[in-house]
């Protein structure tokens, strides 16, 4: 048992309550959770909830939604995983762990992300919680593959995009991962593992032709795929000329085989994998 007050100085009720939430694993838990255990009311399940937190057994994250607190942390307020209380913020909804918090969570990044991103079918509007901006990007539901089940802590799953989608998406929507810098050196750290051919198979299952433009360009700089697979990507582009980069100014010089304004160089790209 991992919590801030003995069991024995707690209420039946609240022990009863506590050790049930452990043995579910439930470290983080609604309001409805605590009614499910206990047969409680409404009323009488949030007054009994806010006497765990007053004790320092659980926190609030937010409205009906609270974690319990393990001793060894010395804190009255109480965070957890991150990526857990995203994966909690949509039980029961469609989610992934995207873009940079992707980056992070497959050891992608060398920069702290500061906001937590959960791509999700339909819009919603950015949630706070204990100074954390947990921000949510819609995404089409043709676009939810390349998800993966993968443990954040060692007790608990969340849902995250594989490798190669990470790459994807952050190409897709650099603005979500610090920019395509980012994005670039999170593949070259990773290019061990990564699928050259799947990052492939997902830009042409996705049909957005930046992703294809700009896979492509990162790809040819690092000398990681060959002319055939160089050549699938090229298949299909238009005329039409997007930024590699489009937080980036728009200038640089166009390069025709990826149909690409170069807001950001070749030796730019290079440069951040060399430090």
């Given at each position: 048992?991992?919590?801030?007050?003995?069991?024995?100085?707690?209420?039946?009720?609240?022990?009863?309550?506590?050790?049930?939430?452990?043995?579910?694993?439930?470290?983080?838990?609604?309001?409805?959770?605590?009614?499910?255990?206990?047969?409680?009311?409404?009323?009488?399940?949030?007054?009994?909830?806010?006497?765990?937190?007053?004790?320092?057994?659980?926190?609030?994250?937010?409205?009906?939604?609270?974690?319990?607190?393990?001793?060894?942390?010395?804190?009255?307020?109480?965070?957890?995983?991150?990526?857990?209380?995203?994966?909690?913020?949509?039980?029961?909804?469609?989610?992934?762990?995207?873009?940079?918090?992707?980056?992070?969570?497959?050891?992608?990044?060398?920069?702290?992300?500061?906001?937590?991103?959960?791509?999700?079918?339909?819009?919603?509007r950015a949630i706070w919680i204990s100074g954390v901006e947990f921000r949510f990007v819609r995404c089409p539901r043709e676009h939810f593959f390349g998800i993966v089940e993968d443990w954040s802590t060692a007790e608990e799953k969340v849902r995250v995009s594989d490798l190669e989608k990470t790459v994807v998406d952050g190409l897709k929507q650099p603005q979500h991962c610090g920019g395509l810098t980012e994005v670039a050196k999170g593949l070259w750290m990773r290019r061990d593992d990564i699928s050259v051919d799947r990052l492939i198979q997902y830009a042409q299952r996705l049909g957005v032709g930046a992703v294809a433009r700009r896979l492509g360009y990162v790809l040819e700089t690092y000398e990681m795929a060959s002319e055939t697979d160089l050549?699938?990507?090229?298949?299909?582009?238009?005329?039409?000329?997007?930024?590699?980069?489009?937080?980036?100014?728009?200038?640089?010089?166009r390069l025709h085989r990826w149909r690409l304004v170069l807001n950001v160089e070749p030796e730019e790209l290079v440069a951040v994998v060399s430090t």
């Open positions: 048992m991992t919590h801030s007050a003995p069991l024995k100085t707690l209420g039946a009720q609240s022990a009863r309550l506590v050790t049930e939430l452990h043995e579910r694993r439930r470290m983080i838990f609604r309001l409805d959770d605590v009614r499910e255990i206990t047969g409680l009311s409404r009323n009488s399940a949030r007054s009994l909830t806010h006497k765990l937190v007053a004790r320092g057994v659980a926190d609030r994250l937010r409205s009906g939604l609270y974690i319990l607190a393990p001793s060894e942390t010395g804190e009255h307020h109480y965070f957890g995983d991150p990526f857990v209380v995203a994966r909690e913020l949509m039980r029961g909804e469609d989610y992934y762990i995207s873009h940079g918090s992707a980056l992070e969570f497959h050891n992608m990044t060398t920069q702290p992300q500061l906001v937590i991103t959960v791509s999700i079918p339909h819009p919603r050549a699938r990507l090229r298949a299909g582009l238009t005329e039409t000329y997007v930024l590699v980069d489009p937080i980036r100014p728009r200038e640089g010089r």
